[in-house]
């Protein structure tokens, strides 16, 4: 009997935490829903599939996390500019589209952890070339507001650089020859290569950097901290890993 009844005693506690995970209830735009702003031209981060859902490695990662904190993720698709505004705007609850993590940003944005780390590469038609070095002496296409466009404004100037709002616009500039390259991240180079015949990448000596979710700066603590506890789970446990290596197969 007293078996029994702790039995009883555990299952009832265990269907108690359960009840609680799932009601699990945080300050977000819309009540039991977590709003990304995302710009779904950047695989394998975010992309379109045939039916015009966002897909990629972070909706992969929000399905899980908004699943473990009773949340619905949906996706908000906006240019990438957009996207880093939307969340101080009161229009996302976070940006979640491949963001750098950097000091500037951090003025309006509270990151999560960083759960991969990328580095700058150059995307141009094979055999053009194009190095790190003779960089400058080219026209450089870059998507608004990322690093690349940072870097290449910064290192060779405005009159080097054509920034487009989507990488999509970027890619078929390079393929019409309205820029020479395309400054981009690595893991994103790489998708487009094995998309777009005639196309190679090239390595760059840029810092690598480190992705997270940019959440309204001060807004929402407590579904922060939620956050990285379940990124930091799945990290420590692969799942990221493996969410990454699927995308890149």
């Not at 880093?84 to 990151?111: C, H, M, N, Q, W």
């Not at 020859?177 to 196309?199: E, H, N, S, T």
């Amino acid at each position: 009997m007293k078996k029994l009844i702790a039995l009883t005693l555990a299952t009832l506690l265990m269907t108690a935490a359960f009840a609680a995970v799932a009601e699990a209830s945080y300050n977000t735009v819309e009540a039991g829903k977590f709003i990304y702003a995302t710009s779904p031209d950047f695989p394998p981060f975010e992309d379109r599939d045939d039916a015009d859902n966002v897909i990629g490695i972070e909706p992969d990662l929000l399905d899980i996390i908004c699943g473990r904190l009773g949340l619905v993720p949906e996706a908000f698709p906006i240019d990438f500019d957009a996207a880093l505004t939307a969340p101080g705007a009161g229009k996302a609850d976070a940006v979640v589209s491949g963001v750098t993590i950097r000091e500037d940003r951090r003025a309006t944005l509270d990151f999560t952890i960083p759960y991969v780390t990328i580095t700058q590469a150059i995307v141009c038609k094979a055999g053009a070339g194009i190095t790190m070095e003779n960089l400058g002496e080219h026209m450089i296409g870059v998507q608004s507001g990322t690093t690349g466009h940072i870097y290449a404004v910064d290192d060779f100037g405005e009159d080097h650089t054509l920034a487009y709002d989507k990488y999509s616009l970027a890619f078929q500039a390079l393929q019409n020859g309205q820029v020479d390259c395309i400054l981009v991240d690595d893991l994103v180079g790489q998708a487009y290569v094995k998309r777009i015949p005639g196309l190679e990448i090239v390595t760059t000596t840029y810092e690598p950097e480190e992705f997270g979710f940019g959440f309204a700066k001060d807004k929402y603590p407590e579904l922060l901290e939620a956050f990285n506890k379940v990124l930091q789970e799945l990290i420590d446990d692969g799942t990221v890993e493996s969410i990454i290596l699927k995308w890149n197969e």
